[in-house]
């Protein structure tokens, strides 16, 4: 099975799909230090993805039609929270260069990713606009119609049912990264979309993970806290926060949990000490001036990392530190960060630590991208998304 994908970053997505058997006849990528990742872990082996270093704007997609997927994260700061919410008359929206992507390869399924803030209601009706063009990728816009008015056409043609020889079946969702076994609270709105005459069967996956699982692990039966060696005179007390679900969990019954959340400490606690020699090769090594301030005091060890976040300039200070229970913090490191995104050991970031950070921030986690591809894949090669696993079907948003 064959993919293209658009903005690969430091190639999270793309490496997600490759764990899932996806080959790739096309990398996409402007940034330099982005690209040099790529290349440093092509260089070791680690991918041997075809890396096309320039701006989509000038590709030409119909190179690669017989593509069976269409992936891609296109650049989120039109829509970022942290952004200058700008949406559509931001020079950075790239969602036509990706539109224009799938009318030219006509995948079977396409697969993209962006912020939760996508969804915000202030940009609803882009939003609709979005879908509706991944809908009816060819019905583009004239010349003299700005969006508002296209989207009203598609909408139009929606109705009548008439979209010209090639539409795409869209659904969307927004998922917590937590939820499928990344030690970090990531919300990203996913997209996925095939194409009309193949009948595909689609439904997102359930979550496999759970708060309540991991709340009941430390407070109720302190199993969390036995698994890392922490005896009862070093746990921490039940955060306010959450004291009146723990009590509430100790009253239920140990039936049909799902596994827990994973923690910073879960991910990073094999790690060498960050001095050590070892640690250097991983690109373990610690960078000083973390501190605290109003809304920004880093992410406690034993929860789920807040989201790592890239930022405009460098990278901002409390998304990606560590807070220590004894209320000390420390930047993480590269590799933490990498753990924290579910990067395996072996893929290498070369760059500095900043521009290190700022593709990590800006990376999907590989982990949910291989549940997603995995399930992708599975659509293409069987019809249905969920063929070969036991698991109740969603109702999802449809376009």
């Known amino acids: 099975m064959r993919a293209v994908e658009l903005f690969a970053g430091a190639g999270g997505l793309a490496l997600g799909a490759s764990i899932a058997g996806i080959e790739h006849d096309a990398v996409i990528e402007w940034n330099r230090s982005a690209c040099e990742t790529i290349l440093e872990n092509r260089r070791r082996g680690t991918v041997g993805w075809p890396l096309f270093q320039c701006d989509v704007r000038d590709m030409d997609f119909r190179t690669f039609q017989g593509a069976d997927v269409v992936a891609g994260g296109p650049p989120c700061q039109p829509f970022s929270i942290g952004g200058k919410h700008r949406g559509n008359s931001d020079v950075r929206n790239m969602f036509p260069e990706a539109i224009r992507s799938v009318r030219e390869i006509q995948p079977k399924m396409v697969l993209l990713e962006n912020v939760k803030g996508l969804t915000r209601t202030s940009f609803a009706d882009f939003f609709e606009y979005v ?35 090639l539409s795409y079946r869209v659904w969307y969702r927004r998922l917590n990264a937590a939820d499928f076994g990344v030690p970090q609270r990531r919300e990203r709105v996913f997209i996925v979309a095939a194409r009309s005459d ?16 991991l709340l009941r692990d430390q407070w109720v ?16 007390d039940v955060p306010t926060k959450f004291a009146k679900r723990v009590q509430r969990l100790r009253s239920l019954p140990l039936i049909g949990d799902l596994p827990a959340w994973r923690t910073v400490r879960d991910a990073i606690t094999d790690l060498p000490d960050p001095n050590s ?30 989201t790592l976040k890239a930022g405009d300039h460098g990278v901002p200070g409390g998304e990606n530190m560590l807070a220590m229970p004894d209320g000390s913090v420390r930047y993480f490191t590269v590799r933490e960060s990498a753990r924290i995104q579910t990067f395996p050991d072996y893929y290498v970031f070369p760059g500095s630590w900043s521009e290190s950070m700022r593709q990590l921030g800006n990376a999907v986690a590989v982990d949910m991208a291989s549940i997603l591809a995995r399930r992708i894949r599975r659509c293409i090669e069987t019809g249905d998304a969920e063929s070969d696993i036991l698991e109740p079907r969603l109702q999802v948003a449809t376009v």
Do not use: C, M
Request: without cysteine.
């Open 131 to 165: 879908l509706l063009q991944l809908q009816f990728p060819t019905l583009i816009a004239r010349k003299s119609e700005d969006w508002v008015a296209h989207a009203a056409r598609l909408r139009r043609s929606q109705a009548l049912n008439s979209f010209g020889d």
């Open 198 to 213: 193949l009948n595909l069967r689609w439904a997102f996956p359930e979550p496999t993970h759970s708060q309540e699982s």
């Open 221 to 236: 039966t302190g199993d969390y806290w036995s698994r890392h060696g922490i005896d009862r005179l070093r746990r921490r």
């Open 277 to 306: 020699d070892h640690a250097r090769s991983l690109g373990h090594l610690l960078v000083p001036g973390a501190r605290t301030y109003g809304g920004h005091s880093g992410s406690p060890i034993d929860e789920p990392a807040k």
